[in-house]
């Protein structure tokens, strides 16, 4: 039986843009029949496992993703005096084995080298190859079969770990990812407003022209966010090959930066960074259940983090009432009130 973490996090955002369309304005869903600011789960991951946490928490394990795998063995070769030809050759052959490749272009050879789509390279398969490359011009000869098994299943990459890789020309080499992560959403009903800014050149002297030297519209809402987070720690331990350290650092790793760390987009505009306001976790084996259900009808409070904590905590109780304890034990922050800390939050979803 797995046993499981779950994290419900609520985050109040100001005025801010942190994810957004193929327009430029913010991501939105409609939800109790009323839209919703929503920042993906691709946005939220990508900022947790590039921060400075995760990276000074789990240095030498992590991964890398990335279509240039093949660029960059090319560049390495021809840097190391192999002859351009047998470069591209063998960076290519090197690439394949981590997903196809694009299609030749007579105006750019190196387009060739480029896999198709990104593919998460773990610490231990990047040393395959830059072992394999050392080898190659050691030897001046090209790869054969055996050399090109660069791909591993156990990586012991936490990134991979947590979220997942999928491979489809190398399937056996798949991970299932143990984190699930909800798209954030807005526990109240937003309407996404216009920002009209002007820019001024300081070098006009208004002579001759007193007008800006720029017009523009920018995109932006505010909202309190629901986030869930669900972590099958037995699939993570069996991920990283039962190095429950590891485990137990990734899982302290990735809490911190989702209750601490803001997705990138528009910060230079509007300095949207925040903390959660309330955050509860749970651990145990029973079958987790989100409880995004409690903003349903959207809140209409002006103090909606206070409205959304309240309803968070009914909605959690009735769970029980209804089909058991959803939980063995739980824990909870509130920076609100001032209860709870951080530090005891990642010790009781390490324990």
């Not at 030498?60 to 005096?81: E, F, P, S």
């Not at 002859?83 to 007579?106: P, R, V, Y």
């Not at 309407?191 to 002007?198: M, Q, S």
């Not at 505010?222 to 987070?229: E, L, M, Q, S």
Request: hydrophobic share 40%; net charge negative; glycine share 6%.
């Amino acid at each position: 039986m797995s046993d499981f973490i779950q994290l419900h996090i609520l985050t109040a955002y100001p005025p801010s843009n942190p994810n957004r369309d193929d327009l430029g304005r913010p991501k939105t869903a409609r939800m109790g029949g009323v839209d919703r600011l929503r920042i993906s789960s691709q946005s939220l991951k990508r900022a947790w496992r590039t921060s400075e946490k995760f990276e000074e928490s789990l240095a030498g394990n992590i991964g890398t993703r990335t279509k240039l795998l093949g660029v960059k063995a090319y560049d390495v070769l021809l840097g190391k005096g192999v002859k351009e030809k047998d470069a591209l050759e063998w960076a290519k052959l090197i690439a394949a084995q981590f997903g196809k490749c694009k299609s030749k272009d007579k105006k750019n050879k190196l387009v060739e080298l480029e896999i198709d789509q990104l593919v998460h390279v773990s610490p231990s398969e990047q040393k395959n190859v830059d072992g394999l490359l050392d080898k190659l011009v050691d030897e001046d000869r090209a790869p054969e079969k055996e050399d090109l098994e660069l791909l591993r299943k156990n990586t012991q990459a936490v990134d991979i770990s947590l979220f997942g890789r999928m491979l489809a020309s190398s399937p056996k080499f798949n991970v299932e990812a143990a984190a699930q992560v909800s798209h954030a959403i807005t526990v109240n009903q937003i309407v996404v407003e216009d920002d009209y800014f002007t820019a001024v050149d300081d070098l006009n002297n208004n002579e001759e022209d007193t007008g800006s030297a720029h017009i523009g519209e920018s995109a932006f809402g505010a909202g309190v966010f629901y986030i869930y987070i669900c972590i099958n720690k037995s699939l993570l331990l069996r991920n990283l090959e039962d190095n429950l350290e590891l485990a137990n650092n990734s899982l302290s790793a990735l809490t911190e930066a989702a209750l601490t760390i803001t997705s990138s987009g528009k910060q230079n505009s509007y300095a949207s960074r925040a903390f959660a306001s309330f955050a509860l976790a749970e651990k145990g084996p029973q079958q987790p259940r989100s409880l995004a259900v409690s903003f349903l009808d959207p809140i209409k409070e002006a103090a909606q983090d206070k409205a959304a904590i309240a309803r968070l905590k009914i909605q959690n109780e009735n769970m029980d009432k209804v089909y058991g304890a959803c939980a063995d034990s739980r824990y909870e922050i509130n920076a609100l009130t001032g209860e709870g800390s951080l530090d005891e939050m990642l010790k009781f979803v390490t324990s």
